[in-house]
T-cell receptor
Framework: NAGVMQNPRHLVRRRGQEARLRCSPM?????VYWYRQLPEEGLKFMVY????????ESGMPKERFSAEFPKEGPSILRIQQVVRGDSAAYFC?????????????FGPGTRLLVL | AQSVTQLGSHVSVSEGALVLLRCNYS??????LFWYVQYPNQGLQLLLK??????LVKGINGFEAEFKKSETSFHLTKPSAHMSDAAEYFC????????????FGEGTQLTVNP
């Protein structure tokens, strides 16, 4: 059973460009979570999605950020008009159920660098 | 609201020595607690988790943690450090009323000296 897959692993963008980060959950997992890790900090929750639904986006910046998890295909985190402060590692996690004791399995992350 | 505090952003031990990484939580309801390890340029791997079944939890790679409600702590220990234990360790909390999110501490970087 392959783990959570994320691509690209590294992404370089210039200010003002768009960044698209992809996440394929583990097989059988229908719950996806995105977290952001700024340099020298812990992970901060951004958004929780199930297939075709955004369940909790309370951690998402109000502007420029969006996420989706379509019926077919990976989950996408989209950042429009990137700024230097968006430089961070973005991690996706998945779980088979949404219960508090359920383990979230993390992907290797996408490291975004904005020049 | 829930939060996690990890005391000591950097911990250094000698190979073979005891590893103790501290985690204190703040939660208004019984929490679920997790320890994850992150190796350089990799994702997070679950070491162990507390889900109220037993206060002493054993995890992978010889790590264990004890939930102490009176001290609101969930410290991570390993009797004898190995060079391969060098990594960053994150404590996280989740509770019934917070929905799906994990709330992470700031992390502790563990260095193991030969």
């Amino acid at each position: 059973n392959a783990g959570v897959m994320q691509n690209p692993r590294h992404l370089v963008r210039r200010r003002g460009q768009e960044a698209r980060l992809r996440c394929s959950p583990m097989k059988g997992h229908s719950h996806v979570y995105w977290y952001r890790q700024l340099p020298e900090e812990g992970l901060k929750f951004m958004v929780y999605l199930q297939k075709e639904n955004i369940i909790d986006e309370s951690g998402m910046p109000k502007e420029r950020f969006s996420a989706e998890f379509p019926k077919e295909g990976p989950s996408i985190l989209r950042i429009q008009q990137v700024v230097r402060g968006d430089s961070a590692a973005y991690f996706c996690a998945s779980s088979p159920r949404q219960t508090p004791q359920e383990t979230q399995y993390f992907g290797p992350g996408t490291r975004l660098l904005v020049l | 609201a829930q939060s996690v505090t990890q005391l000591g952003s950097h911990v250094s031990v000698s190979e073979g020595a005891l590893v103790l990484l501290r985690c204190n939580y703040s939660s208004s309801v019984p929490p679920y607690l997790f320890w994850y390890v992150q190796y350089p340029n990799q994702g997070l791997q679950l070491l162990l988790k507390y889900t109220s079944a037993a206060t002493l939890v054993k995890g992978i790679n010889g790590f264990e943690a004890e939930f102490k409600k009176s001290e609101t702590s969930f410290h991570l220990t390993k009797p004898s450090a190995h060079m391969s234990d060098a990594a960053e360790y994150f404590c996280a909390v989740r509770q019934e009323t917070s929905g799906s999110r994990l709330t992470f501490g700031e992390g502790t970087q563990l260095t193991v000296n030969p």
